[in-house]
């Protein structure tokens, strides 16, 4: 697909259009190196998760928004205003995909997949910041040497997740960047867009798959 994408945009004879997919080609491999080493690393932190799911799910969001401006002929502000939609957009996207992994594998991945491979994501960081939980402390050990957790303690990250408010931490993060989305697009675009691009944005953090 993505061979397919620089074929595409070769077509297109805009450099800018080039470039964009470019950027995407090295930060998406990026994000994936990124979570590879802060696993074995055990440096898990809100921060570095937001940078690992930039790299791997929003810039995606924001390459697409890059050349639709381009290829429309918008002018530099669209350009940084869109930008930052596919940003909030694509950082939206991915909190909600990971709130499925705590919960059944009838809307969305099996539950607790993830940790699985070694991903903590935004409801275990925050209750792993922030509770005192003492059931939380060998995870705590085992995550800080770069040790995958067995599925007991897996299923305990992930109900204490739930109970002590790690979902809706994570709900609040996405309301949070779903408004900056919206505040990002232009004041003076078409109703028709704006509505469509709200409803957008909206379906991203409603969907239940």
């Not at 805009?14 to 997919?21: C, F, K, N, S």
């Not at 090295?26 to 790299?55: A, F, H």
């Not at 909190?95 to 594998?105: E, L, P, T």
């Not at 040497?145 to 299923?155: F, R, T, V």
């Amino acid at each position: 697909m993505f061979s397919m994408a620089l074929n595409c945009t070769a077509k297109t004879g805009d450099i800018r259009v080039i470039d964009a997919i470019s950027v995407m080609g090295r930060d998406l491999p990026n994000g994936e190196v990124m979570q590879v080493e802060l696993q074995q690393n055990g440096t898990y932190s809100e921060d570095n998760y937001l940078k690992v799911i930039y790299y791997k799910t929003a810039s995606l969001f924001v390459c697409c928004a890059a050349c639709a401006v381009y290829t429309a002929g918008g002018n530099d502000e669209y350009i940084e205003k869109f930008c930052n939609y596919g940003k909030y957009a694509g950082l939206c996207f991915q909190m909600k995909d990971d709130i499925f992994d705590y919960y059944s594998n009838d809307i969305g991945k099996p539950t607790g997949s993830d940790m699985r491979e070694g991903k903590i994501t935004l409801p275990a960081l925050y209750v792993l910041r922030t509770s005192s939980n003492t059931l939380l402390e060998p995870i705590r050990e085992k995550l800080s040497n770069g040790i995958y957790l067995d599925e007991k303690e897996i299923e305990t990250l992930i109900e204490i997740s739930k109970s002590e408010g790690g979902v809706e931490y994570t709900t609040r993060q996405i309301n949070h960047y779903r408004n900056l989305a919206i505040e990002s697009i232009p004041e003076d675009i078409n109703d028709e867009y704006r509505n469509a691009l709200i409803a957008y944005i909206d379906y991203v953090i409603s969907r239940e798959k």
